[in-house]
């Protein structure tokens, strides 16, 4: 309604201003040149009003469906009147930079389908044009098996079985929700998909709908394997995605562990995009199973990491080198096996990679202020804090939790 306001009172609008230059031309023929030209105009509405005034009263009442119009549509959608006052339609719309290679011929629903975005998550290939909530123009396309390496498909109309699905949706710019129309069989698709390092897949696409969905398209395309993003060949922690959260997430627990043998269990369901995030993972550490709470947070500079995440990188792991004296042999033969000192390599360093180690063995601990705790380990908790716990006589018990940085040495007391 606010459109047709609009639209009608511009229309008004400039139905008066082609009366007033015939009016003038009727006055004279310098004056009708004159009166196309704005200043001139003015002096002949002054000079000749009575010819003039009816012009100008027609060209005034197309005022009154004008502003009641802009005023339904400021009421209405804030935004759109800016972008209308502000010109912006007129500019011509910029692509914003992808990091796909995708050239694509044909289109889709009788329009050209530009797509900036391409990925195959499982079995579902997606193609998708603009960067809103709803794209202007997507296609999806459903594969039977879910894809681990090359993809080779070929489907002719005539085919049977088990097909690909085909989704087609578009958004049109008076539409509020998208159009959607799916199929599954009767299509002609050819894909040649090869893996690209780290994350991609990239070949060549045909897919020819049937006649009534104006869909054809052929071309080469690249696509993304998972949610990671890559820049400078280093995952980009900025990127929400669930496969951020886990490369962060199993990175953490293999520094903390020392240990590459981390296989992460599927994550909670998270809500992105967001500032911090609390989870409990699960996960298996050199083969046992681990449950560990796990708080996120995101900054500006390091994207996404683990809240008091001190562990240093870890090393190469080097070809352990061979033991002369791996137990000692008496003079009989016999072989004599000594139990492992947990005391000979302690560090707080090595205690703060790999806790579990030292679960309830007796340490003492000399703070950098002069203070002294002394008990058994408990472990390291969320906040990456130690903690000691120490049964005072009688039923009571103590318990500390010391940063890492208030640690000025640290005694292991018991092998």
């Known amino acids: 309604m606010d459109a047709l306001l609009i639209l009608g009172g511009l229309l008004l609008i400039l139905a008066g201003l082609v009366w007033l230059v015939v009016r003038a031309f009727g006055t004279g023929l310098l004056w009708g040149w004159a009166s196309?030209?704005?200043?001139?105009?003015?002096?002949?509405?002054?000079?000749?009003?009575?010819?003039?005034?009816?012009?100008?009263?027609?060209?005034?009442?197309?005022?009154?469906?004008?502003?009641?119009?802009?005023?339904?549509?400021?009421?209405?959608?804030?935004?759109?009147?800016?972008?209308?006052?502000?010109?912006?339609?007129?500019?011509?719309?910029?692509?914003?930079?992808t990091e796909l290679s995708i050239e694509l011929h044909g289109e889709l629903h009788g329009q050209p389908f530009l797509p900036q975005q391409g990925e195959l998550l499982g079995n579902v290939l997606?193609?998708?044009?603009?960067?809103?909530?709803?794209?202007?123009?997507?296609?999806?396309?459903?594969?039977?098996?879910?894809?681990?390496?090359?993809?080779?498909?070929?489907?002719?109309?005539?085919?049977?079985?088990?097909l690909p699905e085909i989704e087609v949706s578009w958004l049109l710019p008076e539409q509020e929700l998208p159009e959607a129309r799916r199929l599954s069989r009767g299509y002609t698709l050819h894909l040649n998909l090869q893996p690209v390092p780290p994350n991609k897949l990239a070949g060549d696409f045909h897919l020819v709908l049937p006649t009534q969905f104006k869909t054809t398209l052929s071309g080469k395309v690249e696509l993304f394997r998972d949610g990671l993003r890559y820049r400078d060949g280093m995952v980009d922690r900025h990127v929400d995605s669930s496969d951020t959260l886990a490369y962060v997430i199993k990175d953490y627990l293999q520094r903390r562990f020392a240990s590459r043998a981390v296989y992460l269990g599927d994550l909670p369901a998270v809500t992105l995009p967001a500032d911090s995030l609390e989870l409990t993972v699960e996960a298996q550490i050199n083969g046992q199973a681990q449950r560990l709470p796990i708080r996120l947070d995101k900054t500006e500079a390091r994207g996404w990491a683990v809240a008091a995440d001190h562990f240093a990188p870890l090393a190469e792991r080097a070809a352990p080198a061979p033991q002369a004296a791996a137990s000692v042999g008496t003079a009989s033969g016999e072989r004599v096996s000594r139990p492992l000192d947990r005391r000979l390599r302690f560090s707080l360093e090595g205690l703060l990679r790999n806790p579990s180690r030292y679960a309830n063995l007796n340490m003492r601990v000399l703070t950098v202020r002069g203070s002294t705790a002394e008990g058994r380990f408990q472990g390291v908790d969320q906040q990456g804090r130690i903690l000691i716990r120490q049964r005072l006589s009688g039923a009571g018990v103590v318990s500390y939790a010391l940063h890492p940085e208030e640690v000025g040495k640290i005694e292991l007391l018991e092998p």
Not at 72 to 78: I, K, T, Y
């Open 36 to 97: 196309l030209l704005p200043p001139f105009t003015l002096l002949y509405v002054l000079r000749h009003w009575r010819s003039a005034r009816q012009a100008l009263g027609l060209s005034a009442l197309g005022f009154i469906p004008l502003v009641v119009g802009l005023t339904l549509l400021a009421s209405q959608d804030s935004q759109r009147l800016q972008a209308l006052i502000s010109l912006q339609w007129l500019k011509p719309e910029v692509q914003a930079p």
């Open 126 to 162: 997606s193609l998708r044009e603009g960067q809103d909530f709803f794209a202007r123009r997507e296609l999806v396309i459903r594969l039977p098996q879910p894809v681990t390496g090359a993809l080779r498909l070929d489907v002719l109309p005539g085919d049977q079985g088990p």
